[in-house]
T-cell receptor, first 113, second 112 residues
Framework: EAQVTQNPRYLITVTGKKLTVTCSQN?????MSWYRQDPGLGLRQIYY???????DKGDVPEGYKVSRKEKRNFPLILESPSPNQTSLYFC????????????FGSGTQLSVL | EDQVTQSPEALRLQEGESSSLNCSYT??????LFWYRQDPGKGPEFLFT???AGEEKEKERLKATLTKKESFLHITAPKPEDSATYLC?????????????FGRGTQLTVWP
């Protein structure tokens, strides 16, 4: 089954404790991206990747890191989380050809205390 | 300033009462406009892609249209299961492939 898998689904952490949210897709997609969704603000792009070792900033990259060492994986790293990074995070992937249709993961609800 | 503006923010319809959602964009050079549906607690689900003014796409009770300044998502005779948040997103010719801008969404509620 074609899917984007994010882990964990829920995460509670404390300020300053490094964490990684994993994202994996099984569709051989070139594009992968991370979004955060906050009430009243909608979906905002954090980082995106056009292919292995190629990444670029989105709307809100501050405080986040990404890496694309393999085509299927695109982890999101928060090296020193702060309470304003409490949010619902989505990973997405799409093919470089065709409709540019995004496939989203189920989301990670992060709370930073 | 938002690149993509959706209206209304929320819409309540009685079952069978047709209506339209709007998505307007501010920057010229549109490359593609996308509509997604999002149910509570889930990731957005793709509905349509539109590339040029005049283009229309349909799926069941939904029809998406595109002009040079905006897109409409028409909902004909909605049912309660159409209740969801509808998101619009755009990409521009001048920006890197993969760079996407979302609107804040329209929360649709259809009551029986």
């Amino acid at each position: 089954e074609a899917q984007v898998t994010q882990n964990p689904r829920y995460l509670i952490t404390v300020t300053g404790k490094k964490l990684t949210v994993t994202c994996s897709q099984n569709m051989n997609h070139e594009y992968m991206s991370w979004y955060r969704q906050d009430p009243g603000l909608g979906l905002r792009q954090i980082y995106y990747s056009m292919n292995v070792e190629v990444t670029d900033k989105g709307d809100v990259p501050e405080g986040y890191k990404v890496s694309r060492k393999e085509k299927r994986n695109f982890p999101l790293i928060l090296e020193s989380p702060s309470p304003n990074q409490t949010s619902l995070y989505f990973c997405a992937s799409s093919s470089a050809t065709g409709e540019e249709k995004l496939f989203f993961g189920s989301g990670t609800q992060l709370s930073v205390l | 300033e938002d690149q993509v503006t959706q209206s209304p923010e929320a819409l309540r319809l009685q079952e069978g009462e047709s209506s339209s959602l709007n998505c307007s964009y501010t920057v010229s050079g549109l490359r593609g406009l996308f509509w997604y549906r999002q149910d509570p607690g889930k990731g957005p689900e793709f509905l349509f892609t539109l590339y040029s003014a005049g283009e229309e796409k349909e799926k069941e009770r939904l029809k998406a249209t595109l002009t040079k300044k905006e897109s409409f998502l028409h909902i004909t005779a909605p049912k309660p299961e159409d209740s969801a948040t509808y998101l619009c997103a755009v990409t521009y010719r001048g920006s890197t492939l993969g760079r996407l801008y979302f609107g804040r969404g329209t929360q649709l509620t259809v009551w029986p």
